[in-house]
């Protein structure tokens, strides 16, 4: 890696490595002093290349250093296009809006599958296209407006935290833009108003903050049924297998139908063992930062079981 590796926070608190490449790679322990050291804050601006993949016919996605944050843009009529959760840094987001325009491209509609900070990004560069998301989704947005504003700021420098609050409430379960249909499925797993976008199309699952095969399932801890949104979440995407090829997740990389199976089967393991108070033996777990670890040790303290 060029320069070396620089560290941030995890979007809900731990640190990351910002490799100079395209996934990102955690780190476990880091001492404090050093969880905001960023190359950019050096004179050294991290790698802002937008290295856009085809994972199916019309959809393209980009993997961030940031936790691995994924970018999905999809293909739309008369080369306008769709830009799902663009992240992450400032210089990132320009980036991708220029790889765009080289494409010919235009955006002409946005969507933020949750109302977490680091899934409301945008940017002037990506022009002034409407953005959408579910109706719960978008007032939550609205809500913890500063709190989204405060975590983006602890967690990266380089953020563009001002249109964190920029998204229109949807109508129905279609978006409606220039383009392939695109079905909203939403569910109440991982955050308020959370939505997985379906191209029918394509037969592709983008499915925001789930569906990892970097992350263990995060439950909205402030829900009233944690472990069962989650639950029912799963059951939906089960049910909506046989229709999808690729699914994209919001952290991680994208995976074929067999992969879909597994994550599903293995997020339904991690929840079972969690709710039945076992000891929990996943590798994303194992491999994975502090801060998520801390995140299964919240949960297991909410469900009261033994981890």
């Given at each position: 890696m060029a320069g070396g590796p620089t560290e941030a926070r995890g979007p809900?608190?731990?640190r990351v490595i910002m490799a100079r490449g395209p996934v990102a790679r955690v780190v476990r322990?880091?001492?404090p002093e050093l969880a905001r050291t960023l190359a950019h804050e050096k004179g050294e601006p991290v790698t802002a290349d937008a290295a856009l993949e085809q994972v199916a016919d019309g959809v393209l996605v980009a993997i961030h250093p940031f936790c691995a944050t994924t970018t999905t843009v999809v293909?739309?009529?008369a080369g306008g296009c769709l830009v799902v959760d663009p992240a992450v840094t400032a210089a990132e987001i320009d980036a991708l809006a220029a790889e765009l325009a080289r494409r010919g491209l235009r955006v002409v509609a946005g969507f933020s599958t949750h109302p977490h900070w680091?899934?409301?990004l945008w940017?002037?560069?990506l022009g002034d296209a409407p953005r959408y998301a579910t109706a719960v989704a978008a007032r939550t947005a609205g809500e913890r407006l500063a709190e989204n504003r405060r975590k983006a700021g602890e967690a990266l420098a380089g953020v563009d935290g001002g249109p964190l609050g920029g998204v229109t409430a949807l109508v129905g379960e279609v978006l409606a833009w220039a383009g392939p249909r695109v079905e909203v499925v939403e569910h109440g797993a991982h955050a308020p108003?959370?939505?997985a976008l379906v191209l029918p199309d394509a037969r592709v699952l983008i499915a925001g903050d789930m569906l990892s095969d970097i992350e263990v399932p995060l439950p909205d801890h402030r829900a009233a049924?944690?472990?069962g949104d989650y639950d029912r979440a799963l059951d939906r995407f089960a049910a909506l297998a046989d229709a999808v090829a690729v699914v994209v997740p919001g952290h991680g990389s994208a995976g074929d139908r067999d992969e879909l199976d597994r994550r599903i089967a293995a997020d339904r393991r991690y929840l079972e063992h969690v709710r039945a108070g076992r000891v929990v033996h996943d590798l994303r777990l194992v491999d994975g930062p502090d801060w998520l670890r801390r995140e299964h040790e919240e949960l297991v303290a909410l469900v009261g079981?033994?981890?």
């Open positions: 809900h608190g731990g322990r880091c001492p293909l739309g009529d680091d899934h409301l940017r002037d560069a108003g959370h939505a049924d944690p472990l079981g033994a981890g």
